[in-house]
């Protein structure tokens, strides 16, 4: 229910902001101009589409009902989609955004080597001893905003899962990392994505124009997403 709620408030908010230029009329960029390899490729394949969904759909139910091991059920079905006879494995291997791997496996490698410094719990502690106890729903929804525009939202919640110890601590991570994530052009992945994705279709988006849309956004979703957990929670009272 917030997440639709949000999509709605979401929809409201980016017409209002672009009510009458929601239609491009101008080129965005010389469509004469050369094409290129990555733009040329990235024309729909639909059996690769039907094959890349069917993947997906089995690796859910592989996480959800499976025993075996998620990382290696990834790498098997990674393994079956570079699998092709029509499409040569250099050229799927050259549509991979090895820079963004490389940045989302930093991410990992950096948040695994600040938990190991110990640093993150003797602030939980000084945290607790000044009386903000991330523990408690209000304080776990604050730090979540906040560390997911400064880690991003996967690494936020890897460094606060430990803390979640309440019923309502998971939902709570989950739907603020995810909303929080929109605040600024760091605090998802996806957007970084969708920015690669928008500047080779010659779209330039920087932080500030990414803000203007982002920042009201995720307030109006974080706000619904507050009454729906403070329902929740005084329901399970």
Known sequence: MPVFLGLLATWA??????????????PMHDRDAPRTEREV???????????GAIAAGALLLAFLFAPWPREHVALV???LLLMSRRLHSSRMLGLVDWELLVLFSGLFV?????????????IIADLAAWGVDLRALGPLFIATLLLSNVVSNVPAVMLLLPL?????SGPVLALVSTLA????????????????????QGV??????????GVPVTLASLAICAVYL?????ALR
Do not use: C, Y
Request: hydrophobic share 50%; net charge positive; glycine share 8%.
């Open 41 to 51: 490729n990235a024309e729909l394949d639909f059996w690769q589409s039907i094959k």
């Open 181 to 200: 994530g929109n605040f600024l052009v760091v605090g998802s992945i996806a957007n970084l994505i969708v920015v690669g994705a928008a500047a080779r």
């Open 164 to 168: 979640a110890n309440q019923a309502m």
């Open 230 to 234: 403070w329902l929740r929670v005084h």
């Open 110 to 122: 950096v948040n695994d080597a600040m938990q190991r410094t110990g640093i993150p719990a003797e």
């Open 13 to 26: 908010l980016i017409g209002w902001q672009t009510r009458g230029r929601w239609v491009q009329v101008e």
């Open 77 to 79: 079905a990674a393994g």
């Open 204 to 213: 330039r988006i920087d932080w500030r124009r990414h803000a203007r849309t």
